[in-house]
């Protein structure tokens, strides 16, 4: 390791020597008072030091060190840094975000293209508060506890589906592994997977890690409903004739029961939306049971629907999930090194 102050190399950064003949100038972001040009690509930016430099620990210390004495490469009086790996649209949508501070990022509006780029320069430039500002978003809008969830009234499943290959990189690359249950857990509740392909279509975009993942947990829900949040009904259906103590309508309840079991049953072939359901929207039969077994009913059903909401993460990771919710670990999932 080399001694003494970092220079532009250290830093990942480079004053170099633009391909004048293909480089375009962005319009939106040329600034006739700017005093650098980053260059990605073939795009040009020329916008102001002071602006990077307060929303980038990197850029600020690339700007403190000494400018290069050769000022032959300027572009009007400014010097280029070449943003080499980068895409011109990553940099577009994050410098629009500075400069015209564009306010639009909120839960009900998250575009994600443009949350993959601010995460994605975000961590490589050390734009600190950006990086925090759409990963709270991120958070809020795919939430850990299940009131959070409840009280989450958008209905964005359809959303999470057309952009499930983003949304998973960007948890990925931003270590979100909180989120990762809440975002499989929707796309296998969105209906479009009742037919043929279902989360292995191709078109989206799915990664193998991810499907495996999808798999494994849906396998799990589908055990965890019956098992957790009707095992009441079966239970008391599998009684075979002997009325149980609680209930008042032995007959009729029986028979409400079996339909209950059976459509649940039925339901588990289309998407898994009753695992998380609650009772109003999943158990439309409970007004005809008894206000005995309904009460009973009910308290068992709302029990599994939290058992299930408190083992999501394990449905999806198994014992990784135990690593896993220390969200500062690096450690990858098995699942998916293998
Ligand atoms: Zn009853």
């Not at 008072?33 to 600020?60: E, M, P, W, Y």
């Not at 019956?226 to 004739?241: I, T």
């Not at 009753?274 to 308290?299: F, I, M, N, P």
């Amino acid at each position: 390791m080399s001694q003494g102050p970092p220079t532009h190399s250290d830093l990942g950064l480079d004053y170099a020597e633009p391909e004048e003949t293909q480089v375009k100038r962005c319009e939106e972001l040329w600034f006739d008072d700017g005093n650098v040009v980053l260059q990605v690509g073939h795009a040009q930016f020329r916008v102001h030091k002071s602006i990077l430099s307060r929303q980038s620990t990197v850029f600020r210390d690339m700007f403190a060190l000494p400018q290069p004495n050769d000022t032959s490469d300027w572009v009007d009086g400014c010097p280029v840094i070449i943003m080499s790996g980068d895409r011109a649209e990553d940099w577009e949508m994050v410098l629009s975000t500075f400069v015209y501070r564009v306010t639009t990022m909120s839960t009900t509006s998250l575009i994600v293209p443009k949350v993959a780029a601010m995460v994605h320069l975000g961590r490589k430039y050390e734009f600190g508060r950006l990086y925090q500002e759409v990963v709270d978003l991120f958070i809020v809008k795919f939430p850990n506890y299940l009131l959070a969830y409840d009280n989450n009234t958008e209905n964005f499943e359809i959303w999470v589906i057309r952009n499930i290959a983003g949304i998973l990189a960007i948890a990925e690359e931003a270590g979100l592994w909180s989120v990762l249950p809440v975002v499989y857990y929707m796309a296998l509740t969105c209906q479009r997977f009742k037919d043929d392909l279902g989360i292995f279509s191709p078109s989206l975009n799915i990664p193998a890690h991810h499907l495996r993942c999808l798999i494994n947990g849906r396998i799990k829900l589908c055990r965890a409903v019956v098992e957790y949040k009707f095992n009441w009904a079966a239970e008391l259906w599998e009684s075979d004739g002997s009325p149980p103590p609680i209930c008042t309508k032995a007959e009729s309840c029986h028979k409400v029961r079996s339909k209950i079991v059976k459509k649940a049953f039925d339901q588990l072939g289309y998407g898994i939306r009753q695992a998380l359901g609650k009772w109003t929207e999943t158990v439309d039969d409970s007004h005809a049971l008894c206000e005995k077994c309904r009460r009973y009913g009910r308290r068992q059903f709302e029990n599994g629907r939290e058992k299930i909401w408190s083992q999501l993460g394990f449905f999806f990771f198994d014992d990784d999930w135990e690593d896993m919710i220390d969200q500062d670990t690096d450690i990858l999932p098995t699942g998916w090194r293998t």
